[in-house]
């Protein structure tokens, strides 16, 4: 593969087996995402836009098809690996914020260095990543609950970023957000995208979508354009 | 704290504390069962081991009870027709060899008077050099003339003698009833294991005991009394090889010490087994409710589980996690039981055996640390599945839990 792309998916199909019956909810996608591409992700409820972000967040594996991250083909390496890629590789933002409840704001943002270094951090890394999203330190110390919801989806996005990772992730990140707040999130991630990251975003909100360079409409599992 | 494994299960385990401590209560009192049974038990046999220990430098040598004695004197009633004989003595004497002391015994029971408060006890007759081979006189001096006797120290303060008072023996009703004049008083003995208990006995110069009772040099047993322990089984085959000529029908029935102790201790030993046991059984209680606990501490924190996971925490990690959170429980339990264990397993010993003096002996004291150990081990086992579970969870479902 000549100037292979960050992420691709080739063929990709993800199917639920359940007790009515099999559910095909990624049908065949083909799928090419260069590196610092912003893209949106966009279709109607229940469309597959998570189950998408599932299998590039390498929460899952496809049923069939491959699919690549970073040249990688997911499904052939160890589950280890997989923990490591998400640990490293990938950004992943929730709609719901997803913070460990019984960290502070601090040490959710240092969580992921602990884990890549096995050890507590003193590079002072969670503390400057705390600052760029507008925290000081006494705000820091809060738990999640003791923070609004921009405030917690802030503290994901460091979270998120700290062990720099070539791809960020989010999937409805402004969607437990007022407009307001929505946006000053936006605005971080565009600037995030500026600094070379590539960005994909699952959005319900055409205002949202109309940051990313390209969008993606899922219907049923398919791209519909 | 260095590893935030360790401090999020710290923090959980403070987060539903008194589920915690309750689910620990059961370690608290599983550890303390099995400590306490377990020191009861050892301290029921170092008690009972140090009291037989006395004459454990000591060989009996008994007539086989199948087998008859010379008939010929039986002028008294409660004297034994069996008993070694004068031959076998000085068989016997040949084959302990000169170090050893040999102690001929005469014994029976009798009754006496004293004070005119009547009484039973045993009567030893002893040569009065023998005396002093192997019995102490706490009091007073060793018997000298021919009406002379020794009280046991337990016979001497029931009955409140002093040197010099004076004991009838025998029935109200027979026709001479000799007097001795109590000389001196021995040190207590305890269960003495060379079947010489003088505790509540009387002790009396052989000549008188021969003189009152017949059957000059048939002896109730002969002591031998070792310079060195070692040698015993030795001195036992020397004197069974020369007195026990027909093996089918042996003369003399020989024991020491350690074979009269074992059947004790071996009984005492399968009571301490059985009563740890019962410990034990504390213990599995205390495994199924700190497995609870865990098993609700993994179902509650789910969505935890799934964010740990998704953002690239190993398998490996969370099961750490955990298992902390056992050991935590362990230790909390642990601890507590250990020091319970020695408040209430030293009311328990000195109630029960009525000494602490072998509390604090390793072979007992070890049951503290042992079953704080085991208390742990129960815990980490009990945590092992629920951590594995929650380390095997599928993290899209676990986030998607509520
Ligand atoms: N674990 C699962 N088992 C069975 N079916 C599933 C599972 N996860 C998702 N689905 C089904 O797959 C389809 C796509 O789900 P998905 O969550 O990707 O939708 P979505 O586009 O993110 O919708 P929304 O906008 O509501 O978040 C849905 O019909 C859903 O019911
Ligand atoms: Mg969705």
């Known amino acids: 593969m000549i100037n292979t792309p960050l992420i691709r998916f080739a063929d990709v199909s993800k199917v639920y087996h359940l007790e009515s019956g099999d559910f095909t909810a990624l049908d065949h996608i083909s799928l090419d995402i260069q590196d610092n591409e912003f893209i949106a992700i966009m279709g109607p409820s229940g469309s597959g836009k998570s189950t998408m972000m599932n299998q590039l967040g390498i929460l899952d594996v496809p049923t069939s098809g491959e699919l690549f991250i970073s040249g990688r083909d997911v499904a052939k390496i160890t589950a280890l690996e997989r923990t490591h890629m998400r640990r490293d590789t990938i950004g992943y933002i929730f709609q719901n914020f997803y913070l460990i409840p019984l960290l502070s704001a601090y040490e959710n943002v240092e969580y992921p260095l602990i884990l890549k270094y096995k050890k507590r951090d003193e590079s002072g890394k969670a503390t400057a990543m705390l600052k760029a999203v507008g925290f000081d330190e006494a705000l820091s110390a809060h738990r999640p609950t003791q923070l609004s919801g921009g405030q917690q989806q802030r503290v994901a996005i460091a979270r998120a970023l700290v062990n720099d990772p070539k791809i960020l992730l989010c999937d409805e990140p402004t969607g437990n957000l007022d407009r307001k707040t929505g946006f000053q999130i936006m605005d971080i991630l565009c600037g995030l995208h500026s600094e070379g990251k590539t960005v994909i975003i699952v959005t319900h909100d055409p205002k949202i979508a109309e940051y990313a360079d390209r969008t993606i409409t899922l219907e049923d599992g398919r791209i519909a354009a | ?402």
């Open chain 2, 1 to 402: 704290m260095k590893d935030i494994f360790f401090d999020l299960s710290v923090r959980s385990v403070r987060l539903n504390l008194m589920r915690s401590i309750l689910a620990s209560i059961g370690i608290v009192i599983g550890v303390v069962a099995i400590s306490s049974m377990g020191m009861l038990g050892t301290n029921m046999q170092l008690q009972v081991k140090d009291q037989l220990s006395a004459g454990a430098d000591t060989i009996v040598i008994t007539a086989d009870a199948v087998r008859m004695g010379p008939t010929g004197s039986s002028s008294s009633s409660s004297s034994s027709a069996t008993g070694i004989t004068k031959t076998q003595l000085n068989k016997i004497k040949l084959a302990a060899g000169l170090t050893s002391k040999l102690v001929p015994v005469y014994s029976t029971t009798t009754q006496f008077t004293l004070a005119s408060t009547p009484g039973r006890s045993t009567v030893y007759g002893l040569n009065p050099d023998d005396i002093t081979k192997f019995l102490t006189i706490s009091n007073g001096t060793n018997i000298g003339g021919i009406n002379d006797a020794l009280v046991g120290a337990t016979f001497a303060t029931n009955f409140d003698l002093k040197i010099g008072n004076r004991i009838r023996i025998g029935q109200d009703t027979d026709t001479s009833r000799p007097v001795l004049r109590i000389v001196g008083i021995l040190a207590a003995r305890g269960m003495s294991s060379d079947n010489v208990n003088t505790d509540n006995a009387i002790i009396v110069s052989d000549d008188w005991y021969t003189n009152q009772y017949g059957g000059k040099d048939i002896y109730k047993q002969v002591n031998v009394i070792v310079k060195d322990i070692n040698t015993i089984p030795d001195v036992k085959t020397a004197i069974d090889t020369k007195l026990n000529t027909d093996q089918k029908k042996p003369a003399v029935r020989i024991s020491d010490a350690s074979s009269r102790l074992s059947g004790i201790t071996s009984s005492l030993s399968s009571i301490t087994t059985f009563i740890l046991a019962i410990g034990g059984i504390s213990l599995l209680v205390a495994a199924t409710s700190i497995f609870n606990v865990m098993m609700m501490s993994v179902n509650e924190r789910i969505q935890e589980i799934g964010i740990l996971l998704s953002i690239g925490t190993e398998k490996g990690e969370v099961r750490r996690m955990f298992l902390y959170e056992a050991v935590i429980l362990g230790i909390l339990g642990a601890s507590i039981g250990g020091i319970s264990s020695l408040i209430i397993g030293y009311s328990v010993v000195s109630y029960m055996i009525g000494t602490t003096k072998y509390f604090f002996l390793p072979e007992s004291i070890m049951y503290i640390p042992m079953g704080m150990a085991i208390g742990l081990l129960v815990c980490i086992l009990s945590g092992l599945y629920p951590a594995w579970k929650a380390s095997n969870m599928d993290p899209i479902d676990a986030l998607r839990s509520e």
